[in-house]
């Protein structure tokens, strides 16, 4: 196994990298990956990858009105929802990435204590 490649959980402030340079820069994942030391390109793909589907699904639900994803996932199924295009969705995802990374960081910035 290669030292170098960092096998940690992605941070926040990760995650907000790709989404932002994946809108950015589209599938250039080479071009990502330079800019997150110790992560592979498959790491990063993958990693996009997850976040999308869950993105997609949260506002499949949201434009849903529907109480559970079991039934947006049926109604989906028989087109009566309407698509959830790849902007709305990067825009989606960085947004509520951009929160929890503020998030962490006023906190941060609130325990100078010592």
């Given at each position: 196994m290669n030292?170098?490649?960092?096998r940690e959980p992605?941070?926040?402030?990760?995650?907000l990298i790709i989404l932002t340079k994946r809108k950015q820069i589209g599938n250039r994942w080479s071009e990502i990956v330079k800019n997150l030391p110790g992560r592979t390109e498959n790491q990063v793909k993958n990693r996009f990858n997850c976040l999308h589907k869950k993105?997609?699904?949260?506002l499949v639900?949201?434009?849903?009105?529907l109480k559970n994803m079991e039934d947006a996932l049926k109604q989906i199924e028989h087109e009566?929802?309407?698509e959830v295009d790849e902007e709305e969705i990067l825009t989606y995802m960085i947004?509520?990435?951009s929160k929890v990374v503020s998030?962490?960081?006023d906190t941060m910035d609130g325990n100078n204590d010592f």
């Open positions: 030292p170098s490649i960092n992605f941070t926040e402030r990760e995650d993105a997609r699904d949260e639900k949201k434009k849903s009105s009566a929802v309407q947004e509520e990435k998030s962490l960081h």
